[in-house]
């Protein structure tokens, strides 16, 4: 056999073979340095130990004691359960397993077992239930007696199972390992090597020790995703070459442009926009991520640049998730800049092809559309700036699409889901971000109300009496417009317009025609309707100025920030607007989450609550990115991110990883695409 290295396949470890190796894959571990990092998220702490005599009911302790006898018995009702009769000098005591008949053969009566679980009765008599058990010896134990690591399962792969081989692993092959970090870093931070990082964080000595170990292993993690997407930024950054916008001759259009709105740029908003302009002013192409609540103002910023572009004589091109935001955005961009005589176009895929030709003598200035822009060529002249509305709702290729419809265009996303700092840099380390954290003057918060199923008539009587436009948004069943989502929606809709016999209700889905979405918009709009049935799905970024009350049922299958985002879409007309949210479940920590919507307003701040109660997959939008799985590391860690980032930042800046080749590795290993030369 060969030599077994990091990069050797868990296939050739003792009691593994291709049998385990095969359920191994399914945790994504596939060689030995995967099994090392395959990380507990827990551990049991058995570290109390006790004498017999002394056992508490309710404590969770470990007792060493000698096994007097142990016999499988049945009880009354047909089940199987297990009695082990254990003493040690103060007292004996039962232990008893259920359905695990198999133990009177593992354990052996007249040796000395240590013993760890939960003290309770069990009919009248103290027991130990279902511990976990492991012959006594002098040293270190595996699964008793101490804080035991629980994994990752999967079928067929138990925690205990995984602590034998990964306790086997760092007993025989640890010095495999080597520490990759720059020796001045892990001074720096005082960081323990990598070794002991990884025997502490799987055995650790103490919940403290473990933690140490985590961020140590955390760092090192974070730090390689830096390094990766500031390299890949700094190679893109030195190997393309963007359209250079002129700036200084455009300025006092630019800023006529801005004193002509109707209102007033917020601080941030501003900030963006000359973060915006800066890039396009750069020799290489704009990468940046527009972030901002619903109705933070978005669409503004993004136009002041378009307008640039256009000034500078390139082509820009708007892409919307959906027809009616693309119309939307049609409507606002061409009222703010059609006087300035920049001609705007609008192009989805319900405008016929003939009404296309007609005006297709001159190509547009701005083109505005749906994905049915990435099918378009014929439109298509000089592109210089991308702009990307709720990127999340697009992939990676449809963007590239795009932005290869010209030469190297800047690039800029928006997205109203307020990704968490950490995440957003994290998955997206390469894009430079600007966040729009303030909101225009005079926005009202949105009184909001979790509203408990006996309260449900009162909401609707107070609905009634308050009411100007409701939104009322149906349960979000799946994560499409299925068949099934469309009947749920219409049958709320029945209820709706019974309920509110007096109003126009009207029906909103996916699966209606383009056609009809817009009419009931339309009507909707100008006042037509009262009461707007809609599937969630449905047009994420709409915007209704009278729209005063949003109702969501069903709230508790949503993420907070998809809440938010769902009540953004009322108050806009610097009116008071409510928020009424109904929960299908009632267990106490779901109504607190939902609560949260009470007390705050702001969608990065709900973000973060998101991501501490439920975890990062929950939030929209990364969850396609689940490529990305952390290991040691978690999106709430801040510092050590701030850390990770400043340091791959510094080493990249100083043009020194010639004196790293162990990190040179690491990155050529992440970017095989790229030459990596210095
Ligand atoms: P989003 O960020 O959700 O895309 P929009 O760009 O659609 O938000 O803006 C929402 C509304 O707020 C629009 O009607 C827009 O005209 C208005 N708006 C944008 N910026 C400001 C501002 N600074 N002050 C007042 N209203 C603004
Ligand atoms: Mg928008």
């Known amino acids: 056999m060969d030599a077994i290295t990091l990069e050797t396949s868990v296939s050739q470890l003792p009691y593994v073979g291709p049998i385990y190796a095969k359920k191994l894959e399914r945790l994504g571990v596939l060689t030995i340095n995967d099994l090392f990092y395959h990380l507990p998220f827990r551990y049991d702490n058995f570290t109390l130990m006790s004498s017999i ?19 499988n018995i049945y009880t009354k009702n047909g089940k199987r359960l297990t009695e082990a009769k254990i003493s040690d000098d103060t007292d004996s005591i039962s232990i008893i397993w259920f359905n695990q008949p198999y133990l009177t053969r593992v354990i052996q009566s007249g040796l000395k077992y240590i013993f760890s679980g939960k003290v309770d009765w069990f009919g009248r008599k103290k027991s130990l239930i279902s511990p976990q058990y492991e012959l006594w010896e002098k040293g270190e134990h595996l699964h008793t007696g101490r804080l035991v690591p629980i994994y990752p399962e999967t079928a067929g792969i138990t925690s205990k199972w995984l602590r034998n081989r990964i306790g086997f692993l760092l007993k025989s092959y640890l010095n495999l390992m080597e520490d990759l970090l720059p020796a001045e870093i892990i001074k720096e931070y005082q960081f323990e090597g990598v070794r002991e990082a990884l025997s502490e964080i799987h ?8 933690e140490k170990a985590r961020e ?6 974070l730090f390689y ?23 200084s001759q455009y300025k006092e259009k630019i800023v006529n442009f801005m004193n002509n709105l109707p209102f007033v740029l917020t601080n941030s908003q501003k900030r963006a926009v000359s973060e915006i302009l800066g890039d396009l002013a750069y020799k290489y192409p704009m990468n940046r991520l527009l972030e901002g609540d619903v109705a933070s103002g978005k669409t503004v910023v993004a136009t002041i640049g378009m307008y640039l572009s256009f000034l500078n004589g390139f082509q820009s091109a708007l892409m919307a998730p959906t027809e009616i935001l693309a119309e939307q955005h049609y409507q606002t961009v061409s009222s703010l800049l059609t006087p300035l005589g920049v001609k705007v176009k609008l192009l989805t895929s319900s405008i016929k092809k003939d009404q296309k030709l007609i005006t297709n003598n001159q190509k547009p200035d701005i083109l505005i559309g749906t994905h049915s822009l990435l099918h378009e060529n014929s439109e298509f002249k000089n592109l210089g700036l991308v702009v990307i509305d709720e990127q999340q709702r697009f992939g990676v290729e449809q963007r590239e699409t795009l932005q290869k419809k010209g030469i190297n265009p800047h690039l800029l996303t928006m997205t109203a889901t307020p990704i968490p700092r950490t995440i957003a840099l994290t998955l997206y380390g390469e894009l430079d971000l600007s966040i729009l954290d303030e909101m225009p003057q ?6 909001t109300w979790v509203v408990p199923e006996e309260k449900r008539e009162d909401s609707y009587r107070w609905l009634e009496k308050n009411l100007k436009q409701a939104f009322i948004i149906c349960p979000l069943i799946e994560d499409s417009e299925t068949l099934q989502t469309v009947k749920a929606a219409t049958s709320e809709y029945v209820k709706i317009k019974q309920i509110f016999n007096k109003y126009q209700v009207a029906l909103l889905h996916g699966r209606l025609k383009s056609e009809e979405k817009k009419n009931i918009l339309k ?13 969630p799905v449905v047009e994420v970024g709409i915007d209704i100025p009278n729209a005063n009350i949003m109702v969501i049922e069903a709230a508790d299958r949503f993420g907070l920030s998809q809440l938010h985002q769902l009540r953004g879409r009322v108050g806009r007309n610097n009116q008071e607007a409510y928020c009424f949210l109904f929960s299908q479940s009632n267990l106490p920590q779901t109504i607190l989450r939902l609560k949260s919507l009470e007390t705050h307003y702001s969608g990065p701040e709900l973000a973060e609550i998101d991501l501490k109660l439920r975890g990062p997959g929950e939030i929209t939008g990364t969850r396609q990115h689940g490529v990305l799985t952390l290991k040691a590391a978690r999106f709430t860690d801040y510092d050590l991110l701030e850390k990770a980032r400043l340091n791959a930042q510094k080493l990249l800046a100083k043009d020194d990883l010639i004196k790293y080749p162990k990190l040179k590795e690491v990155l050529k290993k992440r970017l095989p695409s790229i030459t990596i030369t210095n």
């Open 442 to 447: 005079g926005r009202q918060k949105i009184k």
């Open 203 to 210: 055995f650790p000595r103490s919940l403290e020790t473990a």
């Open 53 to 71: 005599q002394q056992l508490q009911v309710g404590e969770t302790v470990s007792i060493i004691g000698l096994v007097e006898s142990i016999k």
């Open 225 to 247: 995703l830096q390094l990766t997407s500031a390299f890949r930024k700094k190679t893109w950054q030195e190997e393309t070459v963007g359209h250079i916008f002129k700036i």
């Open 523 to 535: 009507d909707f709009r100008e006042g037509k309707i009262a009461i707007l049935v809609a599937t």
């Open 216 to 221: 140590r292993l955390a760092f090192e993690e």
